[in-house]
């Protein structure tokens, strides 16, 4: 109980980090905005198509939740949520978001550091692919409570440090998106 009452102190202090970092951030790149980045797995469920950035194949594909989608449920749902998110299908992509983000961290941690490492990265994939989706949602404050996750689990991602200049705390400067496969 302990040790869960001190990682929800961290979480909080690094939220409002997080906040404040956003809101200097925005100050600072106004005259050049960054762009979120979005990113799904070439080597899972219809990454072939994600990869070209053919997202109506990627959601005609695994949009009906069939075997191929149920090959590879945690890369499925991530490519999905890059898909609709992409094409401003917010509605759809949010409960996909919300799969990744489930099925990650569900996913297991490995007996090894590399393993564990593997865990974290994968979840703060999924977090921060979230944490776009609700930018250009306008829902700041669960973009920072996203971004903040994946910034706790892989702070020196590349993804997650441009998300992290990228989302801006208010509903006033959503980020633009790129999407980048990885």
């Given amino acids: 109980m ?3 009452q001190r990682s929800g102190w961290k979480l909080r202090v690094l939220r409002a980090g997080v906040l404040a970092t956003l809101a200097a951030g925005a100050a600072a790149q106004a005259a ?3 762009k979120a980045v979005l990113r799904g ?5 219809a990454g072939t198509a994600l990869m070209s950035g053919n997202y109506t194949a990627v959601i005609l594909q695994l949009s009906h939740h069939g075997s191929l989608y ?8 991530t490519n999905l949520c890059v898909a609709y998110t992409m094409t401003h299908q917010f509605a759809a992509a949010a409960p996909e978001c919300d799969a990744a ?16 490492a593997s865990y974290e990265e994968h ?3 999924a977090y921060s692919n979230r944490a776009v989706l609700h930018a250009m949602m306008a829902q700041p404050q669960r973009a920072a ?4 996750r994946a910034h706790a689990l892989a702070p020196s991602a590349d993804f997650v440090s ?8 208010s509903a006033a400067a959503l980020p633009k998106v790129v999407s980048t496969r990885g």
Wanted: hydrophobic share 45%; no cysteine; charged share 20%.
């Fill in 123 to 125: 979840l703060a994939l």
């Fill in 32 to 34: 050049q905005p960054a």
């Fill in 41 to 45: 797995y070439l080597d899972g469920a």
């Fill in 70 to 77: 149920l090959s590879d449920a945690l890369s499925a749902s």
């Fill in 101 to 116: 983000v489930d099925l990650a961290r569900h996913d297991g941690v490995g007996p090894t550091l590399a393993a564990r």
């Fill in 145 to 148: 409570d996203d971004i903040a």
């Fill in 2 to 4: 302990r040790q869960t």
């Fill in 162 to 169: 441009q998300n992290l200049t990228a989302i801006a705390p």
